[in-house]
């Protein structure tokens, strides 16, 4: 079957780097999404990646491993704002999107 | 400024009732999407649809059905709406590249009691 996984929390403090892993195993690959969700609010685009290595964008960037099937997203200097739950998604041979249960990240000051 | 919308935001309604509810998109994208969000679950795929008067069944399509009459509308429709079908439901639209970004929907909260 296809599976995200992601840790389903993590608690971070305002200023420092934190990083969401996310594994997958999917019937194909074309490319992994990540999105952000503010509670009660849609997701948002971040970031995707289909090649292997590091997009940066800002104060988050993410890595992708296809060998290994694994990525992460790196946020650093961490604001309030960041608070929200960071979503993994997988596309597969069937351009479907396969969707993580996401990372909820608590920021403290 | 291009956009999408859901209607209503909120709606609760009972077992066996026949509800719809509404998407619109402004960004003239061929491709949009139904998703439903539950606690402890990833986004799962209802229906989508790459075109008028193309629809498709993604991963939890039973109870649920969708039409394609333009570009700018799919509405989706419960049949018989059942408790099992309480959860936040997510519209999306992209262009027709597969690779682009989905855009979201704010949400509809949907209670069946």
């Known amino acids: 079957g296809q599976n995200i996984d992601q840790p389903t929390e993590m608690t971070a403090t305002e200023g420092a780097i934190v990083q969401i892993n996310c594994t997958y195993q999917?019937?194909?690959?074309?490319?992994l999404f990540w999105y952000q969700q503010h509670a009660g609010e849609a997701p948002t685009f971040l970031s995707y990646?289909?090649l292997d290595g590091l997009e940066e964008k800002g104060r988050f960037s993410s890595f992708l491993s296809r060998s290994k099937g694994y990525s992460y997203l790196l946020l650093k200097e961490l604001q309030m704002k960041d608070s929200a739950s960071y979503l993994c998604?997988?596309?597969?041979?069937?351009?479907?999107?396969?969707w993580g249960a996401g990372t909820k990240l608590i920021i403290k000051p | 400024d291009a956009e999408i919308t859901q209607s209503p935001r909120h709606k609760i309604t009972e077992t066996g009732r026949q509800v719809t509810l509404a998407c619109h998109q402004t960004?003239?994208?061929?491709?949009m999407f139904w998703y439903r969000q539950d606690l402890g679950h990833g986004l799962r795929l209802i229906h989508y649809?790459?075109?008028?008067?193309?629809?498709n069944k993604g991963e939890v399509s039973d109870g649920y059905s969708v039409s394609r009459s333009n570009t700018e509308d799919l509405p989706l429709t419960l049949e018989s709406a059942a408790s099992s079908q309480t959860s936040v439901y997510f519209c999306?639209?992209?262009?027709?590249?597969?690779?682009?970004?989905?855009?979201f929907g704010p949400g509809t909260r949907l209670t069946v009691l």
């Open positions: 649809s790459y075109g008028v008067h193309d629809t």
């Open positions: 999917t019937s194909g690959f074309n490319g």
């Open positions: 999306a639209s992209s262009e027709q590249n597969t690779y682009n970004e989905q855009f």
């Open positions: 990646n289909v």
């Open positions: 960004w003239n994208h061929n491709n």
């Open positions: 998604a997988v596309m597969d041979s069937n351009y479907q999107l396969i």
